[in-house]
């Protein structure tokens, strides 16, 4: 997919223990909710496909996270998501 282009621009370049959810900028929690609003306002239907896509992305990209956390309780303690439940927990 091509929002992994944005896979491109972070350091280090290809880490297989890392969660790609929050770290990389069409991957963070804003751009998360900016998909959603486009599938849910966006009138015209290519766009809509496409906010679709990678709306799906991140999910595969989550359950990727998931099932690297089911046996590496570290790479969950590194991971923007866990940065993301402790700020929400606060
Ligand atoms: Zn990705």
Redesign the pocket.
């Known amino acids: 997919?091509l929002?992994?282009l944005?896979?491109v621009f972070a350091t280090p370049l290809f880490d297989p223990n890392r969660c790609?959810?929050g770290y990389?900028p069409?991957?963070s929690e804003i751009a998360i909710l900016g998909y959603i609003l486009g599938v849910l306002l966006i009138k015209n239907k290519l766009f809509k496909l496409i906010f679709i896509g990678l709306l799906f992305?991140?999910i595969?990209?989550s359950i990727?996270c998931i099932w690297m956390f089911s046996d590496c309780n570290d790479c969950y303690l590194r991971s923007e998501i866990y940065k993301t439940v402790q700020f929400f927990r606060k």
């Open positions: 997919m929002v992994d944005d896979h790609g959810i990389h069409l991957h992305h991140m595969t990209d990727d």
